[in-house]
């Protein structure tokens, strides 16, 4: 059977569990492992790999344990990194701001639009936003996915200092559905499709005032251990990856009744 690492660890925690009643009939220098004879060592490894095949559950019942350790301590420290970097998570100067800019509930993405589980989050986001009515929702552009996400970012920070929220949001909304790379044939077209002046945007993507928040974001994404998207900030709760509509609705429901 193949075990993962935290498997093989929590197998490892099982064993340390299984040498407590051993230990208790022998004195504690004989149960130190570094203590024993090949002898004793020997028995005690006998007596525990018996134990083991008539009770092969104890190693998965030590390893949910040790996933629930774990999965408590990441949250604890996903809470430590959200209240440390509030800040710069509820308003960094530049980000945007949509759905309801006086909520009472603050939902944060951190987004790459090449990502695939952010254009399967992107339609449940949005309704989630639309049928809630009070949520302020602020998208952190995260390109991460390589040159063709680098270049789809600086379109839309691009679009946000030329053309300003309501273009943003519409170039958002055809990059993350768009198929194919985003060379500058499809970057002008959307553009244009939408009334907005494509030649003003495309001379702004490689200015230095789009680089530095592409660089801040990248920066506060590390200081909170993100490398991966999509990830949320639900009001003062992290959520590593995608999670689907009732999900979502569930945790901002957790958030409103905590306030």
Request: charged letters at 25%; proline letters at 5%; aromatic letters at 6%.
């Amino acid at each position: 059977m193949f075990l993962s690492k935290p498997a093989l660890h929590a197998s490892v925690a099982a064993l340390c569990l299984l040498a407590a009643p051993v230990a208790m009939a022998q004195d504690a220098d004989a149960f130190d492992f570094a203590n024993m004879t090949p002898e004793q060592k020997n028995v005690f490894g006998a007596e525990v790999r018996a134990y083991l095949l008539e009770n092969p559950q104890v190693i998965m019942e030590a390893v949910a344990v040790l996933e629930e350790r774990e999965k408590a301590a990441q949250l604890a420290q996903d809470d430590t990194l959200v209240a440390d970097n509030m800040a710069r998570l509820m308003d960094d100067g530049f980000s945007w701001v949509g759905g309801n800019p006086d909520g009472d509930v603050t939902v944060i993405e951190f987004s790459d639009y090449r990502c695939g589980f952010c254009r399967r989050a992107h339609p449940e986001v949005s309704e989630l936003i639309e049928s809630d009515g009070n949520i302020r929702f602020i998208v952190k552009e995260f390109p991460i996915l390589g040159e063709a996400s680098l270049v789809s970012s600086r379109f839309a920070i691009a679009t946000l200092i030329v053309a300003g929220d309501e273009a943003y949001k519409s170039v958002h909304d055809a990059l993350i559905t768009l198929e194919g790379n985003p060379g500058n044939g499809p970057l002008r077209r959307i553009a244009e499709t939408l009334g907005l002046d494509a030649e003003a945007i495309m001379a702004e993507m490689d200015s230095d005032e789009v680089t530095r928040r592409i660089t801040e974001t990248r920066e506060l994404a590390l200081a909170m251990n993100i490398n991966g998207t999509p990830s949320f900030v639900f009001g003062d709760q992290m959520v590593r990856g995608y999670a689907p509509l009732p999900t979502m609705r569930q945790i901002v429901d957790e958030v409103r009744d905590s306030q």
